[in-house]
């Protein structure tokens, strides 16, 4: 069953194209890369699928699950529905800062209660043992009491994740949720996210600068260039010789240095055996 369905999407900001003419079919349960150079259009395509964004007019139409996002330009009435069915995490200013971790985690129910409850932050014992159930998933239960604003970087990125389990979204759109990360906490949220993949059948986009990350984590990747779909493939295939071909000089912004590629136990996670950079991760 498709997930996320994009055909023809363009996308110009002051007469610069951002997206030209973007095609792309994620079934459901995929985990798929997103890479690119900086400026190629990865947050740029994942707002669009999110309707955040709307493509230039007489392109583009992108759908999530049964629900149609936006068609030609204009976003649909679905709104509500859509929000419900996508989880989004940014690089950064993911959660409240002066709310607790668990009201962050509850706030992924409004979209299911009646506004006067959540606007009175009425939530009952087990919506909160729901939100506790997956602060537990992400393995950061005992934050939840705490101000967001106390969380590590890393644990603020899997509080985002659990308010998208809590939410209920069968997608998880995640913008760069690592680059501000260091390694062992970036591999913790990779390995979050993967989790929810496999064991939740959540079909996770997760757009990344650094692609060891989408050669572990990700069986698919899919490589923007200049707004264009420049690979769309097994992640494998991408070798540094190969990312050097698509783009050139730009690919040592997405290789790390002298990383081996090294094969991985996918299901073991704690095994997941990645970069010198991740030692004693
Ligand atoms: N709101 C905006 N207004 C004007 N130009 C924009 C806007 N958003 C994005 N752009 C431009 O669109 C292009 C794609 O940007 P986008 O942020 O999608 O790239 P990216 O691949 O996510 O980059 P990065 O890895 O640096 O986050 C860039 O040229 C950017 O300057």
New binding site residues.
């Given amino acids: 069953m498709t997930a996320i369905s994009v055909e023809n999407l363009s996308k110009t ?2 007469r ?1 194209p ?1 997206l030209k003419n973007v095609s792309l079919e994620i079934s459901s349960g995929e985990m798929v890369a997103l890479i ?10 994942i707002r669009h699928i999110a309707g955040l964004e709307r493509g230039d007019g007489e392109s583009g139409a992108i759908t999530v699950g049964e629900h149609l996002v936006q068609n030609s330009g204009k976003l649909t009435r679905n709104a509500k529905a859509i929000r419900r069915e996508v989880g989004v995490i940014f690089q950064q200013f993911n959660l409240v800062d002066r709310l607790s971790v668990m009201s962050n985690v509850l706030v992924g129910l409004l979209g299911n209660m009646p506004s006067w409850r959540g606007t009175l932050g009425l939530f009952t014992r087990s919506e909160k043992l729901t939100a506790m159930r997956a602060l537990h998933r992400v393995g950061i239960p005992e934050t939840a009491l705490q101000r967001a604003s106390t969380l590590s970087g890393g644990q603020q990125q899997r509080a985002a994740i659990a308010r998208g389990l809590v939410q209920g979204a069968s997608v998880m759109l995640a ?2 949720p690592i680059a501000s990360l260091d390694p062992a906490s970036a591999k913790r949220v990779m390995q979050t996210l993967s989790s929810i993949n496999r064991a939740d059948g959540m079909t996770v986009i997760v ?1 990344l ?1 650094q692609v060891e990350y989408a050669r572990h984590f990700c069986q698919r990747t899919v490589a ?1 260039r200049d ?1 264009e779909v420049a690979f769309d493939g097994a992640s494998t295939a991408l070798t540094n010789d190969f990312l050097r071909e698509i783009y050139g000089e730009a690919s040592e912004e997405l290789v790390l240095p002298d990383a081996p590629v090294t094969t991985t136990d996918e299901d073991d996670e704690e095994s997941v055996s990645l970069v010198p950079a991740f030692a004693g991760a």
């Fill in positions: 900001f002051r610069k951002a690119g150079a900086s400026g190629s259009g990865k947050s740029t395509l913008d760069e757009s600068h923007l707004g």
